[in-house]
């Protein structure tokens, strides 16, 4: 048995968020997308967490469902993002983590916990001024199942292997708690091949999610868990990498992967970096180095990937395979001439995952022949284009996302 989970996502709570992000939506979204499995995001912001406890009700395995629905079949667990805001190895780092509990029980001692850190109430994901280490030692000493995923590892400002604030190894940060640490989360920047050449995650499970902050953006990058749905399940395929794959961006995309610096219009590769130094070339200031800059900083050993007959990227030695993917309603868009987010794409996106029994399932498994029936011939190359990873990416970086195009001759 597999499920699909996205444990990274935000409420209407949290600063830079839709208003729509409530408990009903997030379940109708989960059902559209083809995801069984949500973090119910934000649990340390009070006024959240009072609509948590209305809202979902305790399934007796560390999992809760929706109250007054019984229709619906997604799940949550108790999943929060803390800002880490703290001195260590003489710098002030800063670390977002994404927290997980088993109950509503723990999540209110945790939160109590955490009010002594920060206040709670300023924003969804609320900063704390803690060291990533005393975070999960605070976590551990309220209840041995709590468990922490660094997020988005490589992201400049606020990854743990950021180039701005970030350590250098997991060991360096959480010391003597290191082997509490069972997966990190790769965010858009990355993928899970980039992170195979790091030693130290040889035995952790590389992850990824979303960070939603409006309902279309949920599921834009997934998990696929082996075994069946439960928080000592989830637990347990973290710490044994139990995962069948994940659903990535393509890493290009991600607004940090290459270095640059955006007010100059400058991007630049790792080996460009190499060439030019720190510093713009345009006007002299400090660049922000990418992803892929850090990565090739703290990369210890290449390593073999190649693509299956399925479009699934695979490597040696084995770990979870991954694919790439474009949203749905890019593709739409895109073959349509049309915005993103206007009506008529939003009409012909609900109708053709309606047909496939969501998105996920589109993307993937639809056969060409269905979709061209269903969406039409443009649409279902376009999908094709996807899966062969046929598309043309301009990079990210300094904070501006790369852009993707399934036609880029159009």
């Known amino acids: 048995m597999t499920?699909?989970?996205?444990?990274?996502?935000?409420?209407?709570?949290?600063?830079?968020?839709?208003?729509?992000?409530?408990?009903?939506?997030l379940a109708r979204w989960a059902g559209i997308k083809g995801i069984d499995l949500l973090a119910s995001a934000d649990f340390t912001h009070p006024m959240w967490f009072d609509e948590t406890k209305a809202r979902l009700h305790e399934t007796g395995d560390g999992l809760l469902k929706l109250r007054d629905s019984p229709d619906s079949s997604v799940r949550f667990v108790l999943g929060t993002e803390v800002n880490c805001n703290g001195q260590q190895g003489g710098r002030n780092r800063r670390v977002h983590m994404l927290v997980f509990a088993p109950s509503l029980d723990?999540?209110?001692?945790?939160?109590?916990?955490?009010?002594?850190?920060?206040?709670?109430?300023?924003?969804?994901?609320?900063?704390?001024h803690l060291t990533p280490r005393e975070l999960l030692e605070l976590l551990l000493e309220?209840?041995?199942?709590?468990?922490?995923?660094?997020?988005h590892v490589w992201t400049p400002w606020f990854g743990i292997y950021g180039s701005k604030s970030g350590f250098d190894s997991l060991e360096e940060?959480?010391?003597?708690?290191?082997?509490?640490?069972?997966?990190?989360?790769?965010?858009?920047?990355?993928?899970?091949?980039?992170?195979w050449g790091v030693s130290e995650l040889n035995d952790r499970s590389i992850v990824s999610f979303s960070d939603a902050h409006s309902l279309p953006k949920m599921g834009?990058?997934?998990?696929?868990?082996?075994?069946?749905?439960?928080?000592?399940?989830?637990?347990?395929?973290?710490?044994?990498?139990?995962?069948?794959?994940?659903?990535?961006?393509?890493?290009?995309?991600?607004?940090?992967?290459?270095?640059?610096?955006?007010?100059?219009?400058?991007?630049?590769?790792?080996?460009?970096?190499?060439?030019?130094?720190?510093r713009c070339p345009?006007?002299?200031?400090?660049?922000?180095?990418?992803?892929?800059?850090?990565?090739?900083?703290?990369?210890?050993?290449?390593?073999?990937?190649?693509?299956?007959?399925?479009?699934?990227?695979?490597?040696?030695?084995?770990?979870?395979?991954?694919?790439?993917?474009?949203?749905?309603?890019?593709?739409?868009?895109e073959?349509?001439?049309?915005?993103?987010?206007?009506?008529?794409?939003?009409?012909?996106?609900?109708d053709i995952v309606g047909e496939f029994g969501g998105e996920l399932a589109t993307l993937l498994e639809a056969p060409p022949s269905d979709l061209t029936r269903t969406a039409g011939q443009r649409i279902a190359e376009g999908i094709g284009r996807v899966r062969?990873?046929?598309?043309?990416?301009?990079?990210?970086?300094?904070?501006?996302?790369g852009r993707v195009s399934v036609w880029p001759d159009e």
């Not at 073959?335 to 609900?350: A, E, I």
């Open 173 to 195: 940060c959480f010391g003597d708690l290191a082997d509490r640490v069972y997966a990190i989360e790769t965010g858009l920047s990355s993928d899970p091949a980039m992170n």
């Open 282 to 333: 345009v006007c002299a200031r400090l660049m922000t180095h990418g992803v892929a800059y850090r990565m090739a900083a703290l990369t210890s050993r290449e390593v073999k990937t190649w693509t299956d007959e399925d479009g699934f990227t695979r490597g040696e030695p084995a770990r979870p395979p991954f694919k790439s993917l474009v949203g749905l309603q890019q593709i739409i868009a």
């Open 3 to 25: 499920y699909v989970a996205d444990l990274h996502l935000h409420s209407s709570y949290a600063m830079a968020t839709s208003k729509e992000l409530n408990f009903e939506n």
């Open 106 to 128: 723990v999540a209110e001692r945790i939160n109590a916990s955490c009010s002594r850190h920060g206040i709670l109430t300023g924003d969804g994901r609320p900063t704390l």
């Open 220 to 278: 834009r990058e997934l998990t696929v868990f082996d075994g069946e749905p439960s928080y000592d399940g989830l637990l347990r395929s973290l710490k044994n990498q139990g995962i069948a794959y994940t659903v990535e961006f393509f890493p290009e995309e991600g607004k940090y992967h290459n270095s640059g610096h955006r007010k100059c219009g400058v991007s630049l590769t790792p080996a460009e970096v190499g060439e030019v130094g720190d």
């Open 388 to 401: 062969r990873g046929d598309v043309s990416i301009e990079p990210g970086y300094d904070g501006k996302f």
């Open 142 to 151: 309220i209840d041995e199942r709590n468990f922490v995923i660094p997020a």
């Open 335 to 350: 073959s349509l001439g049309r915005g993103v987010n206007t009506k008529g794409v939003m009409d012909r996106y609900l």
